[in-house]
Structures are given as structure tokens and as C-alpha cells.
């Protein structure tokens, strides 16, 4: 059975998918990404040397300032009502590396997986900005929705 694109109308323009009929439901997603850094990257943002500042404190705001901004950026998203959403880090000196996580919630008629995505890329993104002058190649990297609750489709877990 060939399952229909809800994003196509009958000749195959992209609409915007039809939530007015959806029930209201919980819905969190959860977007992880990750940034390759080296030592001299590593130690700034660590130490907190970086002339531009707070580097994850920016990066978090930014990334939520990105969730909210989402349905602005990428075409067909929903406008939300986002009532939590969180930006997360944990550094790996050892890899060299940061990971970034975004949880974005809301109770509404369509997902946030876009949200959190957008969110946890922007946040990459801006450390990538504020460390640019240290190294030009960093590399973000492993951009992926962990989990999602919530709606018809119920739940997902990247590891499941």
C-alpha cells in the first residue's frame, strides 16, 4: 500500500498539511547535534576566553529564539504556541566536541520535531559563529531527532 504525502495536493503542489481536524495532544521532541571542535576552540569556550562572549550561554538562547522562529524559516511549518523548550550541552574534551540537545513542548494539533531540530541546529550554528575567529573547521555534525511523543503516530525513540 503506497502511503499519500499529506505535504502534496492531487497535482502535486506543496500545501500546508490540514491540522484543523487533528485532536489536541502532548507533544515533545527531543534533537541532538553535535560540533567538532579543536583544542584551542575547546579551551575558550571552556575557560570562557572567547572575545565574543558567553559561547553556550548565546548558544542557548539563540536556539530557543530559533525554536520559537521556525514556522519563519522553513516552509509549510505550523506557527506553535511553544510552552517549554530547553537547550542543553555537554562537553567531551576528549573528542573534542560539544553536543547540543533541544527539547521543545507544546499541547496542540501538530508535532514540534521541526522546532527542536531548528533549535538545536541554530544553537550549533552560533557557537560555530562565536568561535569562527579561533578555527574556520569545525564541523557540525549528527543533526537527528531522538524522540518525539504525542499524536497519531504516537511514540519514536531513535534507539528503539
Do not use: W
Not at 559561547?55 to 504556541?81: E, N, Y
Not at 569562527?132 to 557540525?140: G, N, Q, T
Amino acid at each position: 500500500m503506497e502511503e499519500k504525502l499529506s505535504h502534496f495536493d492531487q497535482k502535486g503542489n506543496a500545501i500546508m498539511v490540514d491540522v484543523s481536524e487533528k485532536n489536541v495532544t502532548r507533544r515533545v521532541a527531543i534533537a541532538s547535534g553535535r560540533i567538532k571542535v579543536n583544542r584551542q576552540v575547546m579551551e575558550a569556550v571552556t575557560k570562557g576566553t572567547v572575545e565574543k562572549g558567553d559561547v553556550l550561554g548565546v548558544a542557548r538562547v539563540a536556539g530557543i529564539m530559533a525554536v520559537k522562529q521556525t514556522s519563519h524559516l522553513i516552509p509549510m511549518c505550523h506557527p506553535l504556541f511553544i510552552q517549554k523548550c530547553s537547550i542543553d550541552f555537554e562537553i567531551d574534551e576528549a573528542a573534542s566536541e560539544i553536543k547540543a540537545q533541544c527539547m521543545a513542548k507544546l499541547e496542540g494539533k501538530t508535532g514540534v520535531e521541526m522546532e527542536a531540530l531548528t533549535g538545536v541546529s541554530v544553537a550549533l550554528l552560533t557557537i560555530y559563529d562565536m568561535c569562527k575567529a579561533i578555527d574556520k573547521s569545525m564541523v557540525i555534525t549528527d543533526v537527528r531527532l531522538e524522540e518525539k511523543t504525542g499524536g497519531k503516530s504516537g511514540t519514536y525513540r531513535r534507539d528503539a
